[in-house]
C-alpha cells in the first residue's frame, strides 16, 4: 500500500520561507509523480508543483512560479517544497499527492493523497 508522510509547514510572517516534504512509501514501481495542491477553507484544491520521478525539472501553477521550488530526492523517493516570500494569501492547507505515471495536465490530480500540513502566512 502507497503511503504519504508529510512534514513541515507551520507558522510564519509574511515574506519568510517554510518548507515542506513529502514521503513516498509502499511503491512498487518507479514511473510517478509526487506535488503538492493546497486548500483554504470553502474553496477547492488548487495546484501548487508536480514532479515526475527521474526528471530534473518540476512543473509549477502558474500562481507560485518564482517562489516556490520543488525538488526530488530520488533515492528517497522524497519531494521538498521550498516556499519563500510568502503571503498571505498562501495561507492553506497544503496536501502532497502521488500519481501514476507521471504528473496530471493540471498538476491537481493524484491517486494518493497525504493528510495535509497547516500553513498559515500572517501579515
Known amino acids: 500500500e502507497v503511503q504519504l508522510v508529510e512534514s513541515g509547514g507551520g507558522l510564519v510572517q509574511a515574506g519568510g520561507t517554510l518548507n515542506l516534504s513529502c514521503t513516498a512509501s509502499g511503491l512498487a514501481r518507479n514511473n510517478y509523480a509526487l506535488g503538492w495542491v493546497r486548500q483554504v477553507p470553502g474553496k477547492g484544491r488548487a495546484a501548487v508543483a508536480c514532479m515526475n520521478a527521474g526528471d530534473d525539472a518540476p512543473y509549477y501553477a502558474i500562481s507560485t512560479e518564482g517562489r516556490f521550488t520543488l525538488s526530488f530526492d530520488n533515492p528517497k523517493n522524497t519531494v521538498h517544497l521550498q516556499m519563500t516570500e510568502l503571503r498571505p494569501e498562501d495561507t492553506a492547507v497544503y496536501y502532497c499527492?502521488?500519481?501514476?505515471?507521471?504528473?496530471?495536465?493540471?498538476?491537481?490530480?493524484?491517486?494518493?493523497w497525504g493528510q495535509g500540513l497547516q500553513v498559515t502566512v500572517t501579515a
Open positions: 499527492g502521488l500519481n501514476w505515471p507521471g504528473c496530471a495536465p493540471a498538476l491537481d490530480a493524484y491517486a494518493t
